[in-house]
């Protein structure tokens, strides 16, 4: 077990959710620079702020010309971020909910991702697009899945899934100042928890994942909303004496290979839990690299946690089911340990 | 075809023979580039727009360097007028290091921002959408710029048309939205796929001007762009122009033009506006026979020049794919 990661340097702390945590990192940011834009539906103070309330107070501060309300127009949306940004701005685009990038997928896919490559570096498309998903709120199908994997595909944009405030916050100012487009994914439930945030939370770099809590006879790797439920079964484990390593990845593509393989190693077992569908998931991706590199030094298979190949179901009973809850995350770990 | 709102703006003999000097400009690039693709000398896919030639010639001599373009796969024609220094375009249509794309985009995604070239793009409509962000820039900015968006008749039945229009009707976007209406949208006729019989007609659902307008008269269109730009500039917000042309070349290079008639086709070369012009000119007498020759000559001459460098050129290195992914290179 590593001693630096138990003996952090002691911070002083705010507590604070979310939702505050990423309003403070896009005032800040606004403040810092006036390139900054922001733009969305309903995320102008009149027309409340955002439908969660993260973006309440920016229009009254900067102006509606740089916090602008857009009509329901996802691909309008896109293509005015793109353009924007490639003269020079840095956009923050509101997609309301993940399921809603579909219909802008041309701008985000095509046009975003590409333009650098396609123009030979010519083109910069410093864009951040914000959206929130996840499930356990019973909206069902249409309204809370998790598609990091088909933007970690696409060549030329990053793919963001912070869990704690702080991480949202400093996540988002990376974000903001990265010269390339960066989709930040918020699971709906950590928006409105509060947890201890570093005052004066500063930029934490894109591409790079945390150990959260240190162990020895496991690496768990997972991100967003499904970390709480990670932390639940690790408790029991700890409770039954399995040291379990966590590793929140934060940054989905790219994603932290050196500090993943690197705990897998140490730990000599690797599990992989998302809320995404677990086929053709970003665990898939996790696993073959970690077998591609680590064969023949893991002690078991790389194990892979995800949904179930369905929509996300309405009853609540089908969308706990549906969710990897904390018994799965233990059994699976029971079962890698072979105990 | 349907009169501007304001005095009809008459471009002065010099403007006349710089809207002609484009044409041509475009004329000769396109010839040439068809047949070295015939002679196999280069190989690309290529969306001609021959006979569309008037429409971006007779808008480039309204706008400014920094005023902006986003176009299409079928828009070499919107480049050329706008003055792109024809050897990186050649290099990029060959698919060269020296090309503007450094020949990662091809002749679908040519981007050349100092000539304005700010998007080319092989999705149908979605150059309307990204013009909006540049409208957006310009009033941000607090300067005169205006953006034009090219497409075709076809692209104003997506959605990213509807969208596009509607925002930057709402938030006054200096944005001219050009419909270069060829009548056909692949092979599908104008109307099989398009619910109203002029296009323009789709700006009232907007709140925006709409005009249809002869797009091989270069006059015609001259006063209708003006009127659009002077408006766009004075902060009143865009303006959808339909320009009725034809594609002589079909669909693709190679298309057999199946799914139209021949006398259809016919009539239309017979109204090719580049040679009708070239004789209104000499008519009219802004230009002599003679000029007009030597202006083609020396522009053949450039294009020549352009392909000779080009086909020069080397190829990109395969380290091209892991640069411009992203700002910082991705590890070999
Ligand atoms: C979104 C999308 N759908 C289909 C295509 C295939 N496609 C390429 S060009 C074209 C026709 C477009 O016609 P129009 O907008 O009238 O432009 P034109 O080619 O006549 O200039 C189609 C269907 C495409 N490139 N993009």
Redesign the pocket.
């Known amino acids: 077990m590593s001693t630096e990661t138990l003996e952090a340097p002691v911070v002083e702390t705010v507590k604070m959710n979310g939702l505050q945590a990423i309003n403070a990192a896009l005032s800040e940011a606004m403040e810092a620079d006036p390139k900054v834009l922001v733009l969305g539906e309903d995320i102008a103070d009149n027309e409340g702020g955002g439908v969660c309330g993260v973006t309440r107070g920016l229009s009254t501060k900067f102006g509606t010309s740089r916090v602008r309300s857009t009509p329901i127009s996802e691909q309008a949306i896109m293509g005015a971020a793109i353009g924007v940004a490639m003269a020079g701005y840095k956009p923050v685009a509101e997609i309301m909910l993940m399921n809603f990038t579909t219909v802008a997928m041309?701008m985000i896919v095509n046009h975003a991702a590409k333009l650098r490559f396609m123009s030979g570096g010519q083109s910069q498309v410093p864009l951040v697009i914000r959206t929130m998903t996840g499930g356990g709120n019973q909206t069902a199908g249409q309204h809370a899945d998790f598609y990091e994997a088909w933007f970690a595909h696409t060549a030329g944009i990053k793919v963001v899934i912070p869990w704690t405030p702080g991480d949202m916050k400093g996540l988002y100012l990376s974000a903001i100042q990265d010269p390339d487009p960066v989709i930040i994914i918020e699971s709906v439930k950590t928006l409105f928890v509060p947890m201890d945030t570093p005052v004066n939370q500063g930029p934490i770099p894109l591409g790079k994942a945390n150990v959260v809590v240190p162990g020895s006879d496991l690496t768990i790797v997972s991100y967003g909303q499904m970390m709480f439920t990670v932390m639940q079964a690790v408790e029991e484990l700890a409770a039954a004496g399995v040291s379990v390593e966590v590793v929140d990845l934060r940054t989905i593509s790219p994603w932290d290979k050196e500090t993943v393989l690197a705990s897998a190693e140490k730990t000599g077992r690797l599990l992989v839990v998302h809320e995404a569908g677990r086929n053709f998931g970003p665990g898939a991706e996790i696993a073959a690299t970690a077998q591609e590199v680590l064969f023949g030094k893991l002690k078991a298979p790389v194990g892979r946690l995800g949904a179930p190949y369905c929509a996300v179901p309405f009853a609540k009973k089908l969308e706990d089911a549906y969710l990897v809850q904390p018994p799965e995350i233990v059994a699976e770990v029971k079962r890698l340990m072979a105990i | 075809m349907s009169e501007t709102p304001t005095n009809r703006a008459i471009p002065d003999a010099a403007t006349q023979v710089d809207i002609y000097r484009r044409m041509i400009r475009i004329e000769r690039n396109d010839d040439l580039t068809r047949q070295q693709i015939r002679r196999g000398r280069i190989t690309a896919p290529y969306?001609s727009?021959r006979g569309?030639e008037c429409i971006p010639s007779a808008i480039s001599v309204l706008l400014n360097n920094d005023d902006k373009i986003c176009t299409?796969?079928?828009?070499i024609h919107d480049m050329v007028a706008k003055d792109m220094p024809l050897r990186p375009l050649w290099a990029e249509i060959c698919g060269r290091v020296d090309g503007t794309c450094k020949g990662k985009g091809g002749p679908m995604h040519l981007t050349h921002p100092e000539t304005g070239v700010m998007v080319t793009t092989?999705?149908?409509?979605?150059s309307m959408p990204i013009a909006n962000g540049f409208g957006w820039a310009a009033l941000l900015d607090g300067t005169k710029q205006v953006t034009v968006a090219y497409?075709?008749?076809?692209?104003?039945?997506?959605g990213?048309f509807h969208e596009a229009l509607n925002l930057a009707s709402v938030w006054k976007l200096p944005v001219i939205f050009v419909?270069?209406?060829?009548?056909?949208?692949?092979h599908?006729r104008?109307e099989n796929?398009t619910s109203v019989d002029f296009i323009a007609k789709r700006a009232a659902g907007y709140g925006m001007p709409g005009y249809t307008v002869d797009g091989n008269d270069p006059l015609d269109v001259y006063a209708h762009a003006h009127a659009a730009i002077e408006r766009a500039r004075a902060g009143e917000g865009p303006t959808l122009l339909e320009c009725k042309t034809f594609?002589f070349m079909g669909?693709?290079f190679g298309d057999n033009d199946a799914y139209m008639t021949k006398e259809e086709k016919a009539a239309a070369i017979e109204a090719d506006p580049l040679p009708r012009f070239r004789q209104k000119l000499i008519d009219d007498g802004v230009a002599s026979a003679e000029q007009l020759d030597e202006l083609t000559a020396k522009i053949e001459a450039e294009v020549n020049d352009a392909i000779d460098y080009a086909v020069a050129c080397e190829f990109p290195s395969d380290d091209e794919l892991r640069r411009d992914v992203f700002a910082e290179e991705i590890p070999a």
């Open positions: 041309d | 969306y727009a569309q299409i796969y079928r828009g092989g999705i149908v409509g979605s497409f075709g008749d076809g692209a104003s039945n997506i990213a419909c270069q209406n060829n009548g056909f949208a692949e599908t104008y796929g594609r669909h693709v």
